[in-house]
């Protein structure tokens, strides 16, 4: 166990989130003098950008409330603290959306659940993570749970931002909203280090390159699938910008993501496929079964309608990743044409940003981040991937054509 575990407790967990985990401390601590629990405040809001770390956060309080410690809350030690951090704790409840939203059936169980008493803990904590893609109905029903919240529950939203795109406005008033913010490259670099064992050298490359997201850190310092997808999105920086490459780039970038997805899920399909089956009856031979399946045939569209969307959902997680890598490349860029001393987003890219600077102006290479953001914004609308990225291809293709160049002149 690393120090950090032992001074911090399960708050070891967090990233350069002082504030965060000051505000955290102190609220569970008076939670534990507050034994009518009506002093509590019954619902949280917990944003911040992909990596902050957001939903570990909201884990991590969980765990100092029911920790039983005499100690600071959340302990990391005992009975509570450990269950709660591993998933098992029964009055917790982790919400983890695998597809494209929370439906209102989905969110029933939930409220469900809201309205019990705790079992074992001291309080029923119910855990939601993205709740950006919570439904309408489904914020409006756990709205009702929030306005009037039973006595021991607490529930933890977590979403990017408090933008009303991500969540709703009634639902964020009735929160007490904690911010998380994007860790600095040196904090990520010293959890990759004490905690994963990585050299410094190794550990604060991957950071400066990971957009402060810490998990990105880990997996680019030691993870080659991970590095391999960064050099596609950095070679694609260049491949759009010339008409010969840019739509066999394109092309080859949708292709990947979909066998990508499909290797993700694949075991996953067929065991919910089988155990479906299963309860339906349909592993019997017996002289009903064949009626029971028929019977059943709704129950496998929805099952399929949901893995469909599960994997709509990760090709757009993979896409999103390359975009953001894309037009870092691009910004990298822009800075370098302007002279600016920010940080890069690929410090080991800079010659490559320097050359990309050099042949179109900084007027063209803001119109290639504009045409990655509008990429990611057409995805979001269910434009189809191919089409987004052949849009994009075109758009940074243009900002490249000789009347936007430099070169000669
Ligand atoms: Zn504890």
Redesign the pocket.
Request: charged share 0%; with cysteine; glycine share 22%.
């Given at each position: 166990m690393s120090s950090d575990v032992t001074e911090r407790?399960?708050f070891g967990r967090l990233v350069g989130q002082h504030d965060v985990e000051q505000s955290l401390r102190a609220a569970a601590l008076s939670a534990r003098g507050d034994s009518s629990g009506s002093d509590m405040t019954h619902a949280w809001l917990f944003t911040g950008p992909p990596g902050s770390g957001r939903s570990v956060a909201a884990l991590c309080f969980a765990?100092?409330l029911?920790?039983?410690?005499d100690?600071e809350?959340?302990?990391?030690?005992?009975?509570?603290?450990?269950t709660t951090m591993a998933g098992t704790h029964g009055d917790v409840r982790r919400i983890i959306p695998d597809g494209l939203s929370i439906s209102v059936k989905g969110m029933r169980e939930i409220v469900n659940i809201a309205s019990r008493r705790p079992t074992t803990g001291r309080w029923q904590v119910i855990v939601v993570e993205d709740a950006d893609r919570l439904t309408e109905g489904a914020a409006n029903a756990l709205l009702k749970v929030v306005e009037e919240p039973p006595d021991r529950t607490v529930i933890l939203l977590c979403a990017p931002t408090t933008d009303p795109e991500d969540m709703s406005v009634t639902l964020r008033s009735r929160c007490r909203h904690l911010a998380l913010v994007t860790p600095s490259v040196e904090s990520i670099a010293q959890v990759l280090i004490g905690r994963d064992g990585l050299a410094p050298d190794q550990a604060r490359f991957a950071a400066s390159i990971s957009g402060g997201h810490v998990g990105r850190a880990r997996r680019l310092a030691t993870d080659d699938v991970a590095r391999d997808e960064r050099a596609r999105s950095l070679r694609l920086a260049f491949d759009a910008a010339s008409a010969s490459t840019a739509y066999k780039a394109a092309e080859n970038l949708v292709k990947s993501i979909e066998s990508e997805t499909k290797t993700l899920f694949t075991d996953v399909k067929e065991r919910e496929l089988e155990e479906l089956k299963v309860s339906l009856g349909g592993g019997g031979t017996g002289k009903g079964t064949a009626g029971t399946l028929r019977g059943s045939a709704g129950l496998i569209k929805e099952l399929e309608a949901r893995q469909k969307s599960r994997d709509t959902r990760a090709k757009r997680d993979l896409l999103d990743r390359t975009l953001i890598d894309l037009a870092g490349m691009y910004r990298d860029a822009l800075s370098y044409a302007l002279g600016s001393s920010s940080t890069s987003t690929h410090p080991d890219m800079a010659e490559r940003a320097s050359d990309l600077a050099s042949r179109t102006s900084p007027e063209g290479l803001l119109k290639c981040i504009e045409a990655v953001l509008a990429c990611r914004e057409a995805v979001d609308f269910n434009v189809k991937l191919q089409w987004a990225l052949d849009a994009m291809v075109a758009s940074i293709g243009e900002a490249f054509r000789p009347p936007f160049s430099r070169s000669g002149g």
């Open positions: 407790g399960v765990a100092a029911q920790c039983t410690s100690g809350p959340g302990c990391g030690q005992c009975h509570a603290c450990t």
